[in-house]
């Protein structure tokens, strides 16, 4: 699968905009357009890149792990803040 930065972009926006519990709670992530598995693909790659912590253990109906977003990282207010003003980079 290829890596879609708008999709990266949509999900650290997504997860900037929900709130944040502090039980760690995974976020249930529905983006009009996507797949579950191009989702879940795109979760993992934040996920790796310390961007996102997340929870690699969700298993789907179908027996596959589903990482699920749980919060921002430090690095991924980062990203976000240098996009927002106009530094454009890639995740």
Known sequence: ????????ARILKTIEAAPYDFSDTPLDLDLEGYSEDAIAYHVLLLHEAGMITASTHGISDDGRIRPRPIRLTWKGHEYLERTAN???EEA
């Open 86 to 88: 106009g530094m454009s």
């Open 1 to 8: 699968m290829k890596r879609d930065s708008i999709l990266l």
